[in-house]
C-alpha cells in the first residue's frame, strides 16, 4: 500500500495565522492546538512583526538557553563575580510573588522586556507552579537550571543592596551618562523590584537613561507582583519597537498570553472533561469570577446584590417569569445559557443555580449553572490547588461574557485571553458596606496596571500619563491604575 502518512505540519489556523510556532510535536502539549478551538476567533488582528520578533526571539532563546555553552559561559562569569563586557547573550530571571494571576501578568510582562531588550527570559519554577505551563519556546527550555547561583527569593526584596535603584542611591552605578560607564566595572548582575509600593510602581526605572545603563548587565533578575507592560509603552527608547510590535495596543497580553501560556496535558485534560461535558454544547456561555480579597472583605448578601443587581442592569442572564406561566415559544425559547461560576465559594452557585431551578424564564431560555471547584481558601504553595486555579482561568476565558470582581488579577487574565471586554464589579469605596454602582464595562481587554510608574523619573515631578498619551487610560476598577486600550 502507498504510504500516505506524510508528516502533517499544522495550519497556519491551528498555529494562530503564526502566532504559535510550527516546531512543536503536538502531543506533548494538546493545549497548544485545541484551546482555541473552544474559543472564537481572535478579534484582534496580529502584526507580522511580532511573528518575526517571536521567531527571532526563539532561535536566540535556542542559542543561548540552558544547556548550552554560551549559558555555560555567562554562569561563569556570574560566578566570578563581574559583569562581562562583550556577552553575546543577556539573561532576565523571573521570580514568582503572589497568586497565579499575578504570575501570569508578571511573566508576560518581563517576556516582553526581554523581547525589547535581547535578553532571554527563565523562570524560576517553585514547586507549586511545576507542571502547569508547558515549555514555550521550541528545543529549549525557560526554566532556570536549579544550579542558578542566586536561587533564593528571600534575598529579592526592596531593601536589596543588589537592586538597581538602591545601586543608583550608593553610587554602585550612575545614569546621568550611562555611556561612559564600562560595562566590566559593573556587579555581576542588577535585581529590578517591580512591586506596588505606597500605590506607585516601585524602583522607577522606565526612563531611557536607567534602561540604557540596565542594558549593560549580562544578568538581571526581575520580581514583580505588577503587570507591568504598560510602563514599557511609556518608556521613550521603546514606543517605536512597541508600535510595530502592537498596531492594537488593547492586545498586548491577548497576543503574548496566548503565544506563552499553554496548559500541560495534565491540566489540559481537567479543562478538555470540564469544557466536554458542560460547556460545549450550550448557545451561550457566561462568566461570573466572584473573588474576595482579605484586605476588602465584603459581606455575601452585599456581594450577591450587587452581581444580581449587574445582571439585571446588562441583561446578562434571562428574566425569571412565574413558576405557572405556560411555555414559551419566543425565537429565543429553548436556547441554553450556561453561566461558569468561579470562585473560592459555593454561596453564589447554590443560590443562582436555585434561582432558575425553582422558577422558568420568560423568555423559555434555560439556565444552566456550574462552578467547577470552590476551593475555599486560596493556597499559593499547593501545586493541585494551581492546577485548578488555571484550569477555571482556561474555562472562563472561553465565556462570551465576563464579569469579575474588580481588583482581580484572576480574572484580568481570563478576559485578556478571551478577548473581551469584561463587566467589573466595583469595589465599595474604602468606608461604605456596599457598592452604589453596581458594576461598568471595560472599555478594553486588556489588564489593569494596579500602580503607575513614576514618568518623570530623576525630575520627581509627578505627571498623569493618562492625560497626555492617547493609549493609555485609568482603569474603572482602580482609579490610579493605567491600562492600555
Ligand atoms: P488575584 O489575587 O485575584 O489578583 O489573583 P491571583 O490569581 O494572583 O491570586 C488568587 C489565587 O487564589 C489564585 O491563584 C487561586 O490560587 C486562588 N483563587 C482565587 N479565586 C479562585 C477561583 O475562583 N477558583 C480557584 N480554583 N482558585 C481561586
Same mark, same amino acid.
Given at each position: 500500500a502507498r504510504n500516505v502518512s506524510a508528516p502533517t505540519s499544522p495550519s497556519q489556523d491551528k498555529l494562530l495565522g503564526g502566532l504559535l510556532s510550527a516546531a512543536f510535536d503536538e502531543s506533548s502539549c494538546q493545549s497548544r492546538y485545541k484551546s482555541n478551538l473552544y474559543r472564537k476567533p481572535s478579534p484582534f488582528p496580529l502584526s507580522p512583526y511580532l511573528v518575526q520578533k517571536l521567531r527571532k526571539y526563539e532561535a536566540y532563546h535556542k542559542k543561548c538557553g540552558p544547556g548550552t555553552k554560551r549559558y555555560r559561559r555567562a554562569i561563569k562569569q556570574l560566578k566570578a563575580g563581574r559583569n562581562a563586557g562583550d556577552s553575546e547573550c543577556k539573561y532576565v530571571v523571573w521570580f514568582p510573588c503572589n497568586g497565579l494571576g499575578n504570575r501570569m501578568l508578571t511573566i508576560a510582562s518581563t517576556f516582553l522586556y526581554a523581547l525589547l531588550t535581547d535578553r532571554v527570559l527563565l523562570m524560576h519554577v517553585a514547586p507549586e507552579q511545576e507542571g502547569l505551563f508547558c515549555e514555550p519556546f521550541p528545543g529549549s527550555s525557560w526554566v532556570l537550571p536549579g544550579s542558578f547561583p542566586h536561587n533564593n527569593p528571600q534575598k529579592l526584596h526592596i531593601g536589596a543592596p543588589e537592586s538597581y535603584a538602591n545601586m543608583l542611591k550608593n553610587s554602585v552605578v550612575r545614569n546621568d551618562d550611562p555611556a561612559s560607564v564600562p560595562a566590566s566595572s559593573l556587579p555581576p548582575y542588577v535585581y529590578l523590584h517591580v512591586e506596588q509600593f505606597q500605590l506607585k510602581l516601585s524602583d522607577n526605572v522606565f526612563c531611557d537613561e536607567d534602561q540604557a545603563m540596565l542594558g549593560k548587565f549580562t544578568w538581571m533578575i526581575i520580581k514583580s507582583d505588577s503587570y507591568f507592560a504598560p510602563a514599557l509603552f511609556l518608556t521613550p527608547m521603546f514606543e517605536e519597537e512597541l508600535a510595530k510590535m502592537f498596531p492594537k495596543k488593547e492586545a498586548v497580553f491577548h497576543h503574548l498570553g496566548r503565544y506563552l501560556f499553554h496548559p500541560t496535558n495534565r491540566v489540559w485534560g481537567i479543562v478538555r472533561r470540564y469544557y466536554e461535558a458542560y460547556l460545549a454544547r450550550v448557545d451561550e456561555k457566561i462568566g461570573f469570577q466572584i473573588r474576595i480579597f482579605p484586605e476588602k472583605p465584603i459581606k455575601f448578601e452585599n456581594m450577591y446584590d450587587q452581581l444580581m443587581r449587574c445582571v439585571r442592569e446588562q441583561r446578562l442572564l434571562p428574566e425569571l417569569g412565574a413558576a405557572e406561566q405556560p411555555t414559551n415559544t419566543t425565537a429565543d425559547a429553548g436556547k441554553v445559557k450556561a453561566v461558569l461560576i468561579a470562585s473560592l465559594y459555593s454561596g453564589y452557585y447554590e443560590k443562582i443555580r436555585g434561582m432558575y431551578y425553582e422558577s422558568p424564564t420568560k423568555s423559555g431560555e434555560i439556565v444552566a449553572v456550574f462552578q467547577p471547584s470552590h476551593e475555599e481558601q486560596q493556597q499559593y504553595t499547593s501545586n493541585e490547588h494551581n492546577q485548578k486555579a488555571l484550569a477555571e482561568i482556561y474555562l472562563l476565558s472561553y465565556c462570551d461574557k465576563i464579569t469579575m470582581s474588580a481588583w482581580s488579577t484572576f480574572g484580568y487574565v481570563a478576559y485578556s485571553f478571551a478577548g473581551v471586554k469584561p463587566w467589573i464589579l466595583l469595589r465599595p469605596d474604602?468606608?461604605? @458596606?456596599?457598592? @452604589?454602582?453596581?458594576c461598568v464595562r471595560s472599555t478594553s481587554a486588556e489588564p489593569c496596571l494596579h500602580s503607575p510608574p513614576i514618568l518623570s523619573c530623576r525630575a520627581k515631578r509627578d505627571v498623569d500619563v493618562a492625560t497626555i498619551k492617547p493609549y493609555v487610560r485609568h482603569c474603572e476598577d482602580v482609579g490610579f491604575g493605567l491600562k492600555l486600550f
Open positions: 474604602w468606608n461604605k @458596606e456596599t457598592s @452604589e454602582v453596581a
